[in-house]
């Protein structure tokens, strides 16, 4: 009896302590800040695995023991070190902590291991962190292992100031220096590839000056980096390796894409594009893409492939047709598709909002239509049209104030196909195993044959008017030149003002004459506003004086030495011409 | 005119000679609110008051009588209408900067006296500039009038240690904190374009 009772209080023990201890996975959404992603980290409980979606995240973290940090996708999964001193990881005297699947940009360190931390596993990551950054610094740890990373194009790959922590299976690849450490102890099977100096190459290292050989090393985009190994690596297999791949079960390949935890999804494919052309009635949508030259998917013998899917009319998935080819070919064609819709009905302009130069023109949404065209006209004026994808609303700018335009809006509908491309890994690498897909390339949206519109809109008329501010105020311009030109700002008006306010104002007789002319400018200026077909002529007759008052305005001392010139020139000339006239007479 | 101004100073020169000062500059840093005296102000700009900033300076004969001149500046940004459905729409920004030259009074009848009440009136010439966004700028000028009424509180003798600091290391003799009503009048053929500007201000006598 004692003993039931002992045990089911242990055992009721046992249940209501399970939940508050079991493991969990806690998902950190895209675009979470680096604030949000720490108070996750700080909430959790011992055991649980975080898993970062991919995306690209701004942070400084620190860690706490009994945790794992997981990326979604190792390649697309971005951590961006803010540089302030602070590593991305910071793993501060804590136990039990694995860093994996994660690629870290941009910091002065990737992560920090200080602090007596033990238990630390960085595994399959991807350091990349420019020519002065150090992909991992080992501080003060006696057991961290550094296993299956790829580091490219670090000042330092990896630091180890104190004690014998392994150091494994790694790919150091155009580094300053691939490895920093004070002994050789626990480096073993790292693959060194045009590094300016390997450092501590340890035991079994395969050496080279040339590249591993990536998929995609980021040369030309980094956003679009794939380190994982194509066919003929340096670093594929490693000789004499005591261990396995996860992804094909032979010897275990160096980089993050070896090993068992190894990330073993493709990379998605990328620059895909599509083309329509007619054919017989029907058309032929043309695919093309980036070939992904992992060697999970270029293998001579039983290839990876390249999976189409398509919908007609919807967006996303799922996709209702499917095709497939095999690498290494890069395109495909959908044949005989249809362009066929149906003329959609015509929408009702509800409303007119007149601005300054603007109508804001508002009407019904048509079911089906996928875009709509927006008809204005005034008196004569030829007709414009602009298509308006987006909305039931649109404001038209550029227009002329007190002039009635009159306005239309007739649906437009066309055949949209929605297409993407999945890699799909060697079935040969799979045997027996899981087959693994890439995430959808960018979706595309084609659009089959042309866009089918339907009736008019009943008119309705708008007219733009200028504002009146308050109060009114009298503009106390250029007159003549402000009513020539149409408008108080106009460029060509500038120079005259500013001669104004250089050479005029500042001195009684031009001030006198600036008086004169606001009083005699006005009167010319209405004149002018009523005999609109003089506008150009005067137009013509001010053009001298505007050159004229802008190179005195704009260049003083050369108009000065110009002014002087033609002075000089006309005091000889002019006696000259006199004495020859005498000379005939 | 000017020969009258100038033998009325002559003669307030010979009848108080007492009262000419040795400090004859002074400086001014004024910060305000502008009421417009329109009365649609607060429909097209929102509230029936305007930011107004200033700055003047002045030249003293004597303790109670002084010849300054100012300039300041008021903005304020606001909407206009659309007249044919009577609709507001757009932005507008109006800028007023009044110059002034002003003659002020002030009843100071002891060096240490702590409230001096003041009075000044004076001739403004009110710039102003109006921007409606997407249309023509309009700007011009108007000539109108001032008065100044107001009280201006001594503040050395709140801390004498820093008036002897301001005197010494500045030259600055005397500190006032100035409260002012002001009148500014300055219309166009068609717009009231002055109101009353409420002012409190740094006087700083050199």
């Known amino acids: 009896m004692y003993g039931f009772v002992r045990m089911s209080c242990l055992g009721l023990c046992v249940a209501v302590t399970f939940p508050v201890f079991a493991a969990k996975q806690i998902d950190v959404a895209k675009n979470s800040n680096n604030a949000e992603i720490q108070k996750i980290i700080d909430d959790a409980s011992a055991g649980d695995v975080i898993v970062f979606a991919v995306g690209t995240y701004d942070v400084n973290l620190q860690l706490k023991s009994s945790l794992t940090l997981r990326g979604a996708e190792a390649a697309r999964t971005i951590l961006k070190g803010v540089k302030n001193g602070q590593p991305a990881l910071l793993i501060d005297g804590v136990t039990n902590v694995t860093v994996l699947r994660l690629t870290v940009v941009n910091a002065e360190t990737g992560v920090t291991v200080r602090g007596g931390s033990s238990d630390v596993k960085i595994s399959n990551n991807i350091f990349q962190l420019n020519s002065g950054g150090t992909g991992v610094s080992i501080e003060d740890s006696a057991d961290a292992m550094v296993r299956n990373n790829t580091f490219h194009g670090n000042g330092t790959g990896v630091s180890r100031t104190t004690g014998t922590s392994r150091i494994e299976y790694n790919i150091f690849s155009g580094n300053r220096r691939a490895i920093t450490v004070t002994n050789a102890d626990g480096i073993n099977y790292n693959c060194f590839a045009g590094n300016t100096d390997n450092g501590e190459a340890g035991a079994h290292a395969v050496t080279s000056s040339m590249q591993p050989g990536y998929a995609n090393s980021g040369a030309g985009d980094p956003e679009l980096r794939d380190f994982h190994l194509a066919e003929n690596s340096l670093c594929i297999d490693l000789a004499g390796a005591p261990a396995t791949d996860a992804i094909d079960g032979s010897t275990l390949d160096a980089g993050a894409y070896g090993g068992l935890d190894a990330d073993p999804l493709p990379y998605p494919v990328q620059n895909l594009k599509w083309d329509v052309t007619p054919n017989n009635g029907t058309y032929d949508i043309s695919l093309n893409w980036s070939a992904n030259n992992s060697y999970l998917v270029t293998r001579a013998k039983d290839p990876g492939n390249y999976l189409i899917y398509y919908n007609s009319d919807t967006s996303g998935a799922p996709y209702a047709n499917t095709d497939k080819v095999a690498a290494p070919t890069t395109s495909f064609i959908v044949h005989g598709v249809t362009g066929e819709v149906a003329v959609p009905g015509d929408p009702v302009i509800s409303g007119v909002l007149p601005a300054s130069q603007e109508l804001t023109v508002s009407w019904s949404e048509v079911p089906g239509a996928s875009a709509y065209r927006l008809y204005y006209v005034a008196p004569n004026v030829t007709e414009e049209s602009v298509v308006v994808d987006n909305g039931t609303s649109y404001t038209l700018k550029g227009l002329r104030n007190d002039v009635e335009y009159s306005l239309e809006v007739a649906a437009l509908s066309a055949k949209y196909y929605y297409l993407t491309v999945v890699v799909e890994a060697s079935p040969e690498l799979l045997a027996g195993r899981e087959v693994f897909h890439s995430d959808f390339a960018q979706e595309q949206k084609a659009m089959i044959g042309e866009k089918v519109e339907g009736a008019r809109s009943a008119a309705v008329t708008g007219t733009p008017e200028r504002l009146q501010p308050y109060p009114q105020l009298a503009n106390e311009g250029c007159f003549i030149a402000t009513a020539a030109f149409g408008y108080y700002d106009a460029r060509e008006i500038k120079p005259l003002r500013q001669f104004r306010d250089q050479y005029l104002l500042p001195y009684a007789p031009g001030r006198s004459f600036v008086a004169w002319y606001y009083r005699q400018g006005p009167v010319a200026a209405r004149w002018l506003h009523r005999n609109a077909e003089f506008k150009p002529a005067v137009r013509v007759l001010l053009a001298p004086l505007i050159a004229v008052a802008w190179c005195v305005v704009n260049w003083p001392l050369f108009s000065l030495c110009f002014l002087v010139g033609v002075a000089m020139v006309g005091a000889r000339v002019l006696p000259w011409r006199r004495y020859v006239q005498g000379v005939a007479s | ?206």
């Open chain 2, 1 to 206: 005119m000017k020969r009258k101004i100038l033998l009325t100073l002559l003669l307030l020169h010979a009848v108080f000679p007492c009262a000419a000062v040795a400090a004859q500059w002074s400086s001014e840093l004024q910060y305000g609110r502008y009421y417009p005296e329109l009365d649609q102000w607060r429909d097209y700009y929102g509230r029936d008051r305007a930011p107004y900033f200033g700055a003047a300076m002045a030249y003293r004969w004597f303790s109670f009588l002084e010849l300054g001149v100012e300039a300041g500046r008021m903005h304020d940004r606001g909407r206009a209408i659309l007249a044919s459905n009577n609709t507001y729409a757009g932005s507008v920004e109006l800028e007023l900067y009044p110059v002034s030259a002003q003659l002020q009074v002030n009843a100071r009848f002891a060096a240490g006296q702590w409230l001096v009440p003041y009075v000044a009136i004076g001739a403004t010439q009110l710039y102003y500039r109006q921007i409606v966004v997407g249309q023509e700028k309009a700007s011009g000028r108007v000539t109108g009038r001032l008065l100044r009424t107001g009280l201006a509180f001594n503040m050395n003798i709140l801390d004498h240690r820093a008036a002897a600091y301001m005197r010494s290391g500045y030259g600055i003799t005397h500190t006032f904190l100035q409260l002012e009503r002001r009148q500014l009048t300055a219309d166009t053929d068609t717009v009231a374009l002055g109101g009353e500007v409420a002012l409190m201000s740094l006087r700083f006598e050199f």
